[in-house]
């Protein structure tokens, strides 16, 4: 099984949001999985309410019970837990890096979010978890390649020694709708451009976490 963690000390820089799409993309990919929502807030439960499907599953727990809420799910044959956390630079945030394999730290371009990653960036940095930053919320860019907000953001974070994630997540409607729908964008609108970003985003988090997947899904087929 392996835990992937959204984190930033940032309400409103896309957590909730990427961790609906990328627990919905990986469930459809087959993979048994689990949102948890340490959120008081409650953002990804509520969304979960509002869902017709059954999976991914959802546990709405306390940082405190991170560490025995995940051996549960190992026991139980889960594949992948989504770690979905308030806003927080604090032990929490802490707690929820050292038990991750891979934690996304989701902003938005501007210059007063990316000031505000530090924090995270260290907590992930002291945690020796790999990482990626995310840009989310990007602005549609005017012709070939990414706007300029986005490439100076790419710029400013060049050297906080965590890797930016090639993808970035633009500013779509569509992902806002998806949080009161009960629904991933990839649900209801999957040749969008959000649902193929979204893709994009969890092909890359799929392959940081298991990169010998081809490997092990070639070594399952039964031998003839
Ligand atoms: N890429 C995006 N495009 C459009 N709206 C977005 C995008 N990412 C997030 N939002 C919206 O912004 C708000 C905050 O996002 P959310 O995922 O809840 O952030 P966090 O969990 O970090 O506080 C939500 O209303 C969400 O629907
Ligand atoms: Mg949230």
Known sequence: MKTLALLSQKGGSGKSTLTVHLGVIAQAAGLRTVILDL?????????????????????????????????????????????????????????????????LIPT?????????????????????????????????????????????????????????????IGLRAALAHALVDGRAVNEFDPTSKAAVEMTKLWKL?????WPNAQRSVRSRRPSR
């Open 39 to 103: 959120d008081p807030q409650r953002s990804t439960a509520g969304w979960w309410e509002t869902r017709s499907a059954e999976t991914p599953e959802m546990v709405e727990t306390v940082p405190g019970d991170l560490r025995s809420v995940l051996e549960s799910a190992r026991a139980d044959g889960v594949a992948l837990c989504v770690v979905d956390t308030r806003p927080s630079a604090g032990a929490d945030a802490a707690a929820a890096a050292a038990l991750a394999d891979l934690v």
């Open 108 to 168: 938005r371009p501007a210059i007063f979010d990316l000031k505000a990653i530090g924090a995270t960036v260290d907590i992930v940095v002291a945690a020796k978890v790999p990482a990626f930053i995310v840009l989310n919320g990007t602005p549609a860019a005017r012709g070939i390649g990414e706007a300029s907000t986005t490439a100076d953001a790419r710029r400013v974070l060049s050297d906080y020694g965590v890797p930016v994630a090639p993808v970035s």
């Open 205 to 209: 988090t799929e392959k940081t976490l």
